[in-house]
T-cell receptor, first 114, second 111 residues
Framework: ETGVTQTPRHLVMGMTNKKSLKCEQH?????MYWYKQSAKKPLELMFV???????ENNSVPSRFSPECPNSSHLFLHLHTLQPEDSALYLC?????????????FGPGTRLLVL | SQQGEEDPQALSIQEGENATMNCSYK?????LQWYRQNSGRGLVHLIL?????REKHSGRLRVTLDTSKKSSSLLITASRAADTASYFC???????????FGKGTMLLVSP
């Protein structure tokens, strides 16, 4: 248990669906991250929020839309996804994004797009 | 762009043996971190070594860093079946605020 929770743990959606992934951290951290992990590829950073402000958008397609209402919660809104978006989506948090120390990861959401 | 690259891609050993994984990177770093990931789960931080450090220990883990060769190694001594996982190195470069991960080494420890 790392103090970072993600829901749902598994998600199957069609290409026309809209769904949201949720991440919550109970560590008092100020930075939160979304990563995508596909088979045989390095972990890809998608978005970074530092003190609720988005500081990094790693050329992510607009069908992925992040939202950070406060320092403890992070969402990833999904719409009109493609089959190649199927992957494990990991959320992480750290004390702050501009001093890169340890990141704490959630268990991930396994997404399958049909 | 990918910074860390682990070697080997996969490693299979018997319980009790030592496991050594290597990580090479391309540009200068502030620190290098090792993480473990059990199958289909989140990553767990193992150890962080700063650019001015050469060696660090944590329990059965030993990490070395050679900045002249831009490489690091992770040694797990007296391995156990529970050490079966993927191991990733991640680097933080000066002027950047994010971690860059490699593809990882899959370690299988057989009883």
């Amino acid at each position: 248990e790392t103090g970072v929770t993600q829901t749902p743990r598994h998600l199957v959606m069609g290409m026309t669906n809209k769904k949201s992934l949720k991440c919550e951290q109970h560590l008092g951290h100020n930075a939160m991250y979304w990563y995508k992990q596909s088979a045989k590829k390095p972990l890809e950073l998608m978005f970074v929020y530092n003190f609720k402000e988005q500081t990094e958008n790693n050329s992510v397609p607009s069908r992925f839309s992040p939202e950070c209402p406060n320092s403890s919660h992070l969402f990833l809104h999904l719409h009109t996804l493609q089959p190649e978006d199927s992957a494990l989506y990991l959320c992480a948090s750290s004390q702050r994004a501009d001093h890169q120390e340890t990141q704490y990861f959630g268990p991930g959401t396994r997404l399958l797009v049909l | 762009s990918q910074q860390g690259e682990e070697d080997p891609q996969a490693l299979s050993i018997q319980e009790g043996e030592n496991a050594t994984m290597n990580c090479s990177y391309k540009t200068s770093i502030n620190n290098l971190q090792w993480y473990r990931q059990n199958s289909g789960r989140g990553l767990v931080h193992l150890i962080l070594i700063r650019s001015n450090e050469r060696e660090k220990h944590s329990g059965r883990l030993r990490v070395t860093l050679d900045t002249s060769k831009k490489s690091s190694s992770l040694l797990i001594t007296a391995s156990r079946a529970a050490d079966t996982a993927s191991y990733f190195c991640a680097t933080v470069s000066p002027g950047y605020s994010t971690l860059t991960f490699g593809k990882g080494t899959m370690l299988l420890v057989s009883p």
